[in-house]
């Protein structure tokens, strides 16, 4: 038995079918937003948290399907379609915590707007200011220049962009 997994689509998960809402959801290009359970149990544990069933769950939902940036909302109406019981306050609970593990990275668009991002590399937005829509720039596509000195006492520990949109 060779024992060698490349990853191409060996069936070994036969999906529910799926055919035709997949087209408009096209972040495949993000590498490395698909987590197992396994890796998602993983992170959780390195940060003290317990994989509680809810967590799982909303695991499932969150990296089942791709890269995606996704609200606490959308997240709740996502969880409630799929049975999963939950209440808003565990969703941000968990949406939180999961941030914390660095399963997840926050985008906060402005004050009111928060996105949870799957891809947690660095890179950068665009943002469309009417529709929501909030997707990642390609990386090679923007490099950011003139950084600026920070605070002796303090270092730059991230820098995220986003450029924002509007119909022309
Ligand atoms: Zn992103």
Redesign the pocket.
Known sequence: MVNMHLSTNDGSQNSSPQSDATAQQNDADCPMQNLSREEVTKYLRRSGLRPTRQRIALSDLLFGQGGR?ITAEALLEEAVQAKVPVSMATIYNTLHHFTQAGLLRE?AVDGAKTYF?T?TSN?H?FYHEDTGHIY?IETNDMEVIGIPTPPADQEIWRIDVIVRLKDK
Do not use: K, S
Request: glycine letters at 0%.
């Open positions: 940036h985008v991002d891809n890179h937005h990642d």
